[in-house]
């Protein structure tokens, strides 16, 4: 199972792999007369590669690809809405980091040979407009220390680090990062960031789907699919988050269940047989799916994505994928019709601020 922490904003990786073959050297026995030395060279075949091994290295790139994409289009709605955010808003670094451990089974192994990962963490993702960034700091860098505290390495660096750097950012406004690059040590002061401090993670499944459960969101990689454009992606991430601000997976009582969905659906390998039904979430009311639809725009608009497609995504959502397609969106939020004409008087609203150039202010 993907095991995920709050490392800087989100958690992923990055890197590539590289083989290498080595030779021996070997001298023929002395002769009367002087003779050339012969030299034969053996390379050491490399390592055989399986079926479930090619797979799994192919599987965790294609998640990784997906995870990038999710934090590149999530990060202006979580920096950019801090404010929106409330009690869930923390000074963060903006960056996310893994190792080899952060896996498991055969996808160590893919971890190694396709990310290049090893004991030590290193930086898989840097948010654009974070302090990481402004820090200088790049994918790749191994983690050494933080404010001179030597950050671990092995199975439990993700979890440990946490515990670390959790604490530092949010009592200072930057730290001091010690990092390995090409080979090098070095110094940087990376600021903290002021951010909505919910984790983003992509599901391994193709069912068509969002899940928030008040502390994380996930969409699947059906959803991703579906949505294709990167504004689309924005509308679902920022629903969502807007349900985590708003409090309604408490106030529903299904925090666990979902919770219990994003665990399962975030793992190398996930036990799909679970999304029997619709995988045990009731239907979301109306007041609240609608509330969520107001809000969420209002962070679209912020985070600089237009808000003028909104209608037609879940109108298209709705069509391709009714409340009869058992774990498909429409199932779990099926007041369509109530939250379409939100959605119309929202977009208006926002459009007359903007073009007021009022505060985009909910």
Request: charged content about 15%; overall charge positive; aromatic content about 6%.
């Amino acid at each position: 199972m993907n095991k995920t922490h709050n490392i800087g904003i989100f958690s992923l990786v990055a890197a590539s792999a590289l083989l290498s073959a080595c030779s021996t050297f070997q001298a023929t026995p002395a002769a009367p007369e002087p003779a050339p030395a012969v030299v034969s060279s053996v390379t050491e075949e490399p390592p055989v590669v399986t079926a479930k091994m090619a797979t799994a290295r192919a599987q965790l790139s294609q998640m990784v690809a997906l995870q990038d994409r999710l934090y590149r289009i999530a990060a202006p709605l979580l920096i950019n809405n801090a404010d929106l955010c409330r009690t869930q808003a923390r000074n963060l670094l903006g960056f996310t980091a893994k190792n080899k451990y952060s896996y498991s089974g055969e996808f160590v192994d893919a971890a190694e040979a396709v990310l290049n990962y090893g004991d030590r963490l290193e930086v898989a993702s840097v948010l654009s407009g974070s302090g990481a960034a402004r820090g200088g700091l790049r994918k790749g860098d191994a983690l050494i220390a933080a404010n001179g505290k030597v950050l671990p390495v092995g199975a439990n660096a993700e979890t440990l680090a946490a515990g670390i750097l959790g604490p530092l950012a949010s009592s200072s406004q930057s730290l001091d990062l010690t990092v390995s690059r090409n080979g090098a040590t070095q110094q940087l002061k990376v600021p903290v960031t002021r951010a909505c401090a919910f984790k983003i993670d992509i599901g391994n499944a193709d069912n068509v789907n969002a899940y928030s459960d008040g502390q994380r969101v996930m969409i699947t990689r059906g959803m991703v699919n579906f949505a294709q454009s990167d504004e689309a992606i924005a509308y679902v991430l920022a629903k969502d988050i807007a349900h985590n601000v708003l409090g309604h997976a408490a106030t529903t009582k299904q925090a666990y269940t979902i919770g219990s969905i994003i665990d399962n659906l975030v793992a190398a390998r996930p036990d799909v047989s679970m999304l029997i039904g619709t995988a045990g979430v009731k239907p979301m009311p109306q007041d609240l799916d609608a509330a969520a639809d107001y809000l969420s725009l209002y962070m679209v608009a912020r985070a600089g994505y237009k808000v003028d497609g909104a209608r037609a995504f879940w109108q298209r959502l709705a069509t391709q994928y009714p409340a009869s397609v058992l774990n498909g969106y429409t199932a779990n939020h099926p007041a369509v019709a109530h939250r379409l004409t939100v959605i119309d008087k929202t977009v208006t609203e926002i459009r007359n601020k903007q073009a007021a150039k009022r505060p985009l202010i909910p």
